[in-house]
């Protein structure tokens, strides 16, 4: 399989975590065999689109079973705060976010998912 971009979009409908993706974990006995799969993320869009006041969002890193806060931005009334860097995610791992105010935010992510020749 070739590498592809893939994006994931999410507007929590909660105050909670909400898990945006989780990277596949492999199985080669399954039909069609899972590989492994790793996901590297370059750029996280946030924006604001409450009706008015700041919005609060914390981004959480999961490694499986730990969560690790990696960012935590307030964005204000209908603006967009743009993360940069390099995230990676391997098989199991997956990214939550919380935002302080319910349908108040909308997260966007594209990832370059690699997957390992069978």
Request: charged share 15%; aromatic share 6%; proline share 4%.
């Amino acid at each position: 399989m070739s590498d592809r971009f893939r994006t994931f979009t999410a507007n929590p409908a909660n105050t909670g975590a909400n898990t945006l993706f989780t990277v596949p974990v492999a199985n080669v006995a399954a039909t069609p065999p899972t590989p492994v799969t790793t996901f590297i993320a370059k750029t996280i869009v946030l924006h604001n689109q409450a009706g008015s006041g700041t919005v609060d969002a914390v981004l959480t890193y999961n490694d499986g079973s730990t969560d690790f806060e990696i960012n935590n931005v307030s964005v204000a009334h209908q603006a967009t705060k743009i993360i940069n860097g390099t995230f990676v995610f391997e098989e199991g791992d997956s990214l939550k976010v919380t935002a302080s105010g319910a349908n108040d935010l909308v997260i966007k992510v594209s990832v370059l998912e690699i997957k390992a020749q069978q």
